[in-house]
T-cell receptor, first 112, second 111 residues
């Protein structure tokens, strides 16, 4: 099976812009979770989607949003980018039970 | 609250065993995990243990769980230079897909 794929792998944006990141889960996996990784805060949970519905959400401002499509692919959007949004954004997919989460390679976002 | 703590750095000689330790706070966690991250890469799921188990062995990896003390460890036997990476311990919040990660332990393997 192909692993979790994320596009793009690298992105440079300026403050105030918005960005959309994409994640394709492992075939057959219906749950997709998103995490932000920064040197200062470590790995933090953003949100989780299952069957096109957001099931859980972390403590991030409303500028961070996401969605999931009927084929389980997921996108996350960050509006009005701030310098502090520079991070590695990781997506993970799992089967229904959630207990095995497999991560993609991440999208490295740099905000200047 | 939910919190996972790890030591930040471990240095070992090639061929030695490595032991990475972790403590967690959520006693209702059903699964606990070890992930590996190499430079510039995502997280690789190494192994996980169900909370009603004390030990799990998978080739060179041994996971020990002390539920009373909320302590988890990962032992890597015959550590190789290719094992150099950051290792993250994580717990899953009950009834959610949310993983809580420790800060990561950087493992340095010297030849």
């Amino acid at each position: 099976k192909a692993g979790v794929t994320q596009t793009p792998r690298y992105l440079i944006k300026t403050r105030g812009q918005q960005v959309t990141l994409s994640c394709s889960p492992i075939s057959g996996h219906r749950s997709v979770s998103w995490y932000q990784q920064t040197p200062g805060q470590g790995l933090q949970f953003l949100f989780e989607y299952f069957s096109e519905t957001q099931r859980n959400k972390g403590n991030f401002p409303g500028r961070f949003s996401g969605r999931q499509f009927s084929n389980s692919r997921s996108e996350m959007n960050v509006s009005t980018l701030e310098l502090g949004d520079s991070a590695l954004y990781l997506c993970a997919s799992s089967a229904t039970e959630n207990y095995e989460q497999y991560f993609g390679p991440g999208t490295r976002l740099t905000v200047t | 609250g939910e919190d996972v703590e790890q030591s930040l750095f471990l240095s070992v000689r090639e061929g030695d065993s490595s032991v990475i330790n972790c403590t967690y706070t959520d006693s209702s966690s059903t699964y606990l995990y070890w992930y590996k991250q190499e430079p510039g890469a995502g997280l690789q799921l190494l192994t996980y243990i169900f909370s009603n188990m004390d030990m799990k062995q998978d080739q060179r990896l041994t996971v020990l769980l002390n539920k009373k003390d909320k302590h988890l460890s990962l032992r890597i036997a015959d550590t190789q230079t290719g094992d150099s990476a950051i290792y993250f311990c994580a717990e899953i919040v009950s009834n959610t897909g949310k993983l809580i990660f420790g800060q990561g332990t950087t493992l340095q393997v010297k030849p």
